[in-house]
T-cell receptor, first 110, second 116 residues
Framework: QKEVEQDPGPLSVPEGAIVSLNCTYSNSAFQYFMWYRQYSRKGPELLMYTYSSGNKEDGRFTAQVDKSSKYISLFIRDSQPSDSATYLCAMSHASYIPTFGRGTSLIVHP | DAEITQSPRHKITETGRQVTLACHQTWNHNNMFWYRQDLGHGLRLIHYSYGVQDTNKGEVSDGYSVSRSNTEDLPLTLESAASSQTSVYFC???????????????FGEGSRLTVL
């Protein structure tokens, strides 16, 4: 079992939909949780990060962490075609080297 | 603006040849990382460095080596390229170990390597 599991998709939604992207993990020592966005043929860019449990909101994006269930989510409200990308979750603990999920490919069609 | 650049962006080579992928960052970050990205596997850590003269093996280091002679550069060398090393390679840097919070990982645009 990989430390971080993420469904690769693709996930196809219509413009304006609410998108839910998820990751599960097995290492209870993870304390830092991140979401990176990667456009086609580009490098990943940090979208959001959260320390420990709870929610964090930034515009149309909300990150949630449930450490008791070892489950993290990224919600995108009012999705736009420009949100079409691969979303990678990443997590780390005291060693600080992040472990990445496989990434979920999101397609938002007009 | 500070940036991280990789070269070459695309390379085709033959099995058994030595290949070096360059990574240069102008962020003045201490920490640098090399990842490979493959379908079905996501990003996997090859090597990383916390500073000059420091190098460490990652999850998939066999067949790869790095050296860190200055802050700006971390070249990745494939000693004898194999078809299994066909992949997209990403270099990244961060100010803090692991890239947490303000020490996020900054990635290059990637180097696409094909080994025939």
């Amino acid at each position: 079992q990989k430390e971080v599991e993420q469904d690769p998709g693709p996930l196809s939604v219509p413009e304006g939909a609410i998108v839910s992207l998820n990751c599960t993990y097995s290492n209870s020592a993870f304390q830092y949780f991140m979401w990176y966005r990667q456009y086609s043929r580009k490098g990943p860019e940090l979208l959001m990060y959260t320390y420990s449990s709870g929610n964090k909101e930034d515009g149309r994006f909300t990150a949630q962490v449930d450490k008791s269930s070892k489950y993290i989510s990224l919600f995108i409200r009012d999705s736009q075609p420009s949100d079409s990308a691969t979303y990678l979750c990443a997590m780390s603990h005291a060693s600080y080297i992040p472990t990445f999920g496989r990434g979920t490919s999101l397609i938002v069609h007009p | 603006d500070a940036e991280i650049t990789q070269s070459p962006r695309h390379k085709i080579t033959e099995t058994g040849r030595q290949v070096t992928l360059a990574c240069h960052q102008t962020w003045n970050h201490n920490n640098m990382f090399w990842y490979r990205q493959d379908l079905g596997h996501g990003l996997r850590l090859i090597h990383y460095s916390y500073g000059v003269q420091d190098t460490n093996k990652g999850e998939v280091s066999d067949g790869y080596s790095v050296s860190r002679s200055n802050t700006e550069d971390l070249p990745l060398t494939l000693e004898s390229a194999a078809s299994s090393q066909t992949s997209v390679y990403f270099c990244a840097s961060s100010a803090l170990a692991g890239g947490i919070g303000t020490g996020e990982l900054f990635f290059g645009e990637g180097s696409r390597l094909t080994v025939l």
